[in-house]
């Protein structure tokens, strides 16, 4: 068999993304018919061709289960476990420093974020069981500005020399984003950046707080650490209604900065007094107390006031939060 020359390859790609965006009606029709082919087709064709394509096509639609046990009082027992960011660059430009963590269980996107002056590179990853990353295949098949990172085909958007979004699927479950913004070549660093991702040393999120036992109804659904520094680091975590599971619900955040009491009623919180504030308008209703450490410690959310003390109540605190990654490259 002959050997397939670079640009033969690449041509035979785009071909049969082309094909596959022009006739396929959804994913699951893509998945099925991919599978009646190879089941009727079995002579040989070329290896990069084959892993290229089907890593481009293949949408996972299973979704994840969530065990909830059931606590006295109608309350269920939080996911509370220590999210985990899978993938890293290799290659950053110099003098960026990461300053944001974010992710959570389930399909809660994890993000991470460099800072350098003006600049900012945020490397995201969302999973296809996701309802709106599970097309992304046949999105980057629909469109012309087409790139390869690591055999696998992208896409670039919103490329103004300055700023740039790459996007790709790391692997059959994940879709991966670089986003660079207010960077000279922006495209050519999103470029090398992608280029440069492994999974080969997943961090862990390790915050000041975490969740303890939730009201009925609420799971967790993301915890973030960010800061300039290990002197400044906050976390914050939210919670998500089973109704709405990938919007969050309650908000909870644990730092140094004081959240602000004008308008609040002194509250019982955490065997001390804290303070509440009434939702008024946008505003939503609030109970903050602060924390032996002289940190804040503030929970939000549309909930009634004794639920929000109930969470606040509930948060276990952490004496050795793992802040030391921040402002570091």
Known sequence: MNQLSEHETEALLREGLDRLAERAPDGHDVRNALARERQSRRRSRPRLVLAAVAAAV??????VPIVLNALPGDQVTAAAGRPVVSFAPGWLPDGFTE????SGPGTTPQVRRWVEG???ITLSAYSTADPDWSQTALRIAALRDQVVVGGRVGMVTGDTGTAALLTWMADDQHVLTVAVEAVPDARAVAQEIAESVTADAPARIRGEARFGPLPGGLREFSTTVQGASPGDGSTAFDASADTAPRVAALHVTAGAGSPGLSGTTPVP?????????????PLEGMVAVQLPSGHWLTVSGRQPRDELVAVANAVVLDPAPDYGWLGTD
Request: charged share 15%.
């Open 58 to 63: 293949i949408v996972v639609t299973a979704g």
């Open 118 to 120: 003006p600049g900012r």
């Open 269 to 281: 919180v955490r065997g001390g007094t804290g303070a509440y504030r009434a939702p008024a308008g």
């Open 99 to 102: 300053q944001y963590r974010s």
